[in-house]
Nanobody
Framework: QVQLVESGGGLVQPGGSLRLSCAAS????????MYWYRQAAGKQREWVGS???????NYADSVKGRFTISRDNAKNTVYLQMNSLKPEDTAVYYC?????????WGQGTQVTVSS
């Protein structure tokens, strides 16, 4: 069982930056593939990006070049650095951990990009 807790969301102006964190409980964090998703009001949840156990990353085209995912296995934490934020990045952001058919979700953190 893995429990995930996101933090770092808030209100930011267009062009600004935020760093989200996702802290995981339990052992063996390093073996999990970690994902970030987001869900805007009235829309489907969409994949933002992912980081594998070796640190390999993938990103959705909509955030490529602006968002960076990293992980610190010693702290059981994955990060989402978001730069050059746009109003269309406004959403609840969720982290997700997957390994061997298991999948765990955090409760989400709200990011609002507005002037």
């Amino acid at each position: 069982q893995v429990q995930l807790v996101e933090s770092g969301g808030g209100l930011v102006q267009p062009g600004g930056s935020l760093r989200l964190s996702c802290a995981a409980s339990g052992s063996r964090f390093s073996i999990y593939v970690m994902y970030w998703y987001r869900q805007a009001a009235g829309k489907q949840r969409e994949w933002v990006g992912s980081i594998g156990s070796t640190g390999f990353t993938n990103y959705a085209d909509s955030v490529k070049g602006r968002f960076t995912i990293s992980r610190d296995n010693a702290k059981n934490t994955v990060y989402l650095q978001m730069n050059s934020l746009k109003p269309e990045d406004t959403a609840v952001y969720y982290c997700n951990a997957q390994w061997a058919g298991t999948s765990y979700w955090g409760q989400g953190t709200q990011v609002t990009v507005s002037s």
